[in-house]
T-cell receptor, first 111, second 116 residues
């Protein structure tokens, strides 16, 4: 498949909102996902959105989906130092058994 | 219950040697995936097992890479004649059923492979 794209780095101050962006490739993707990876740990699923939705909110997390532009974003409200990690978006692609991941965005939260 | 486990957690090997990486999926999970994460990059799919079906090997980067899984249990990823570009974290995931649903994939902590 083609590349799922993310910016590599984001720094925010503690208490501010973080917005992590992703451009995906397959317009027929059914599900789109956000994962968090902390140092030395595997991937933790944070949230996901079904393609017929525009927005999903889950506590401090808000996912926005723009299908026309194939753009996905993750907003973290009131960002905390514990949110420092690498965040990956991922999509399913038609005919594939696996997920396709972006390069990851390293979020650094400054106290 | 126990999650997906992988061993070893770290492996340092010399260029040209063979290595074996092990994944223990969650009990009862029929599907198992191997992914590779190179420094500063996203996860690359390597191979997928689902029950007794033929594995999907479409992501294996070369014939030096192979994987086996016996039934619905342990899987072993083997890399022969390792090269420096094989240095990466190798992640395993298991799922209770087949298909790419990410909300059903549970990832292990990974094996960090360093080829010197």
């Amino acid at each position: 498949g083609e590349d799922v794209e993310q910016s590599l780095f984001l720094s925010v101050r503690e208490g501010d909102s973080s917005v992590i962006n992703c451009t995906y490739t397959d317009s027929s993707s059914t599900y789109l996902y956000w994962y968090k990876q902390e140092p030395g740990a595997g991937l933790q699923l944070l949230t996901y959105i079904f393609s017929n939705m525009d927005m999903k909110q889950d506590q401090r997390l808000t996912v926005l989906l723009n299908k026309k532009d194939k753009h996905l974003s993750l907003r973290i409200a009131d960002t905390q130092t514990g949110d420092s990690a690498i965040y990956f978006c991922a999509e399913t692609q038609t005919g594939a058994n696996n997920l396709f991941f972006g390069t990851g965005t390293r979020l650094t939260v400054i106290p | 219950g126990a999650g997906v486990s992988q061993s070893p957690s770290n492996k340092v090997t010399e260029k040209g040697k063979d290595v074996e990486l092990r994944c223990d999926p969650i009990s009862g999970h029929t599907a198992l995936y191997w992914y590779r994460q190179r420094l500063g990059q996203g996860l690359e799919f390597l191979i997928y097992f689902q029950g007794n079906s033929a594995p999907d090997k479409s992501g294996l980067p070369s014939d030096r890479f192979s994987a086996e899984r016996t039934g619905e249990s342990v899987s072993t990823l083997t890399i022969q004649r390792t090269q420096q570009e094989d240095s990466a974290v190798y992640l395993c995931a298991s799922s209770p059923r087949g298909g790419p649903r990410g909300d059903e994939q549970y990832f292990g902590p990974g094996t960090r492979l360093t080829v010197t």
